[in-house]
């Protein structure tokens, strides 16, 4: 038997270094997050990988899986750590060593295996680890999968099984680098930043990029796991707005950003001026529809209301599909619709076939640029911006608020919302024409403008979205209205970056 995990443990005692650790908190809605020897330990880990498995045969899946790591001083120990757990369940592991979680989720299709465990904390800053995982190709895991793993592994319910083993894949960045590179090149000469913030994606994205014929301006591409400039995070303005420097510095026709784990993309035009990815997503969406005419295309509620009202998109019979926020949840509903591709603000992007597996993957996401640049060669990236309908919309606004109070948090304001609604209340000085509480509550007022409150599923914060297709006076009027009720909570913290 493994001992049963403890929630607290102090660091540097013979009781942390004998007994798992595992904090509640850290298993989120679709993958298991935590602060390194904080929240979780290496026993802890081990506990986690023991879990795993135990699901894996409690779902009947082959006992097979994938696994690898980011660029973290710490990560690979935990991928031990885990993989030791993993083992003793029964499992054969297949290590592809350091990887970009993408790459994780192509290996289970190229080593044919039906399960993945990625180390990595994406974007979040470093002390932070957690596993991406899932039994069933492209999909991770979402909430029920992840509750059941919570109860098995808090539980200390796992049991040992024979038959495990470990392989280490040999050479696989490079099968992946080919995979993406084995397409017509680009007939456009064009010069792309390549933005990697010190992190993982610094030693695929640049060879992707220039496999497929572009100039590549590198940017933060050594790997340097203390991320000295900033946090490999493509919705962080700070990062954004050194891709912009660098691209009005270089002269290059666009800049790409990817987060530390490689998933996601972030756009700079040719002019400098940051694209957010929902914007990104209505303009692939365009592009792509004129290609696969009456496609469909799911988006999160943190989007831009233009994937419904958009002129183009209409013209060429786009079905928009608003869904949860969270990798897992749009990955899911893309597989279900069928839809051509999925489109978070966040930057994740979900591409089926003819385009990706289905899976969210940031290198696929360059390419897509680079390929809608390379199909509109008299069309500038600022020129295909600009040929949308004009909204002012704010970045992604996070205050704090602790995992075990920020859901009832956004509870009460759902409930505030609502009834305000009901008694014919005003927000920003209009009235309330629609609450989406798909996933938190989107108010929308009756000229269009809307503000998101959502928590946060992978870090101690809440979340704020403010879009308005009237003026930035109206955004900024909404924004102080959904704030205002934000305040009435006083467990909300201080925002994290604001506009």
């Known amino acids: ?43 802890g880990v081990q506990a986690l990988g ?46 592809i060593g350091l990887a970009l979680s993408p790459m994780a989720y192509f290996a289970q299709f190229a080593l044919d295996v039906p399960a993945v ?48 083993e470990y392989e280490f894949v040999e050479g696989f960045a490079q099968r992946y680098i080919d995979d993406l590179i084995n397409r017509p090149k680009l007939k456009r000469k064009l010069k792309v930043i390549a933005a990697c913030g010190n992190g993982t994606a610094g030693a695929f994205a640049p060879q992707v990029l220039e496999g497929i014929g572009a100039e590549v301006v590198p940017l933060d591409t050594t ?7 900033y946090n490999p995070n493509p919705e962080d ?34 002019e400098g001026a940051e694209i957010f990815a929902d914007k990104i997503g209505v303009m692939l969406a365009r592009d792509l529809s004129a290609l696969h005419p009456g496609s469909t295309f799911v988006v999160d509620v943190k989007s831009t209301g233009l994937f419904v009202t958009d002129p183009v998109l209409q013209q060429n019979g786009v079905k928009a599909d608003y869904w949860k926020t969270g990798h897992s949840y749009i990955k899911r509903r893309v597989k279900e ?12 992007f979900f591409f089926n ?46 205050p704090h608020c602790a995992d075990e109070v920020k859901y009832d948090v956004v509870a009460r304001v759902v409930k505030r919302f609502e009834t305000l609604k009901a008694e014919g209340g005003k927000v920003g000085g209009q009235a309330i024409h629609d609450l989406v509480t798909v996933n ?34 109206r955004t900024r009027e909404m924004f102080k209205a959904v704030d205002d009720i934000l305040r009435e909570n006083p467990e909300v913290g201080a925002y994290n970056q604001t506009f």
């Open 1 to 43: 038997m493994f001992p049963k995990p403890l929630p607290l443990l102090t660091p540097n005692t013979y009781e942390y270094e004998s007994l798992p650790m595992v904090k509640p908190t850290g298993f989120r809605e679709y993958d298991a997050r935590w602060l390194f020897e904080k929240e979780i330990n290496l026993m």
């Open 50 to 95: 023991l879990g795993l498995g135990h699901l894996l045969h409690e779902f009947g899946v082959k006992p097979e899986i994938v696994t690898g790591h980011d660029f973290r001083g710490y990560s690979a120990s935990i991928k031990y750590a885990l993989i030791t757990g993993l083992l003793a369940a029964g499992v054969k592991v297949k290590d």
């Open 117 to 164: 465990a990625m180390v990595t904390a994406s974007h979040n800053d470093n002390g932070w680890t957690g596993v991406k995982m899932g039994a069933a190709r492209p999909l991770t895991f979402g909430p029920d999968e992840m509750s059941r793993l919570r109860e098995i592994v808090l539980n200390g319910t796992s049991q040992a099984r024979p038959g495990g």
């Open 223 to 229: 790997l340097d796991h203390t991320f000295p400039r």
């Open 237 to 270: 303005m700070k990062m954004l707005h050194a891709i912009a420097d660098a691209v009005r510095e270089s002269g290059a026709d666009v800049g790409l950003g990817f987060d530390g784990d490689g998933d996601r993309c972030g756009v700079v035009d040719n």
């Open 337 to 348: 619709l069928n839809a051509l591709a999925g489109f978070e603000k966040s930057g994740h």
């Open 353 to 398: 076939a003819p385009i990706g597996h289905g899976y969210d993957d940031g290198l696929v996401t360059a390419l897509a640029v680079c390929d809608m640049l390379d199909r509109n060669p008299d069309k500038s990236m600022a020129d295909l911006y600009r040929a949308l309908p004009r909204t002012w919309g704010t970045p992604t606004m996070s």
């Open 440 to 473: 938190g509550v989107r108010v929308v007022a009756e000229d269009g403008t809307w503000g998101l409150v959502r928590a946060s599923s992978n870090k101690p914060e809440l979340v704020v979205v403010i879009e308005s297709p009237i003026s930035e006076a």
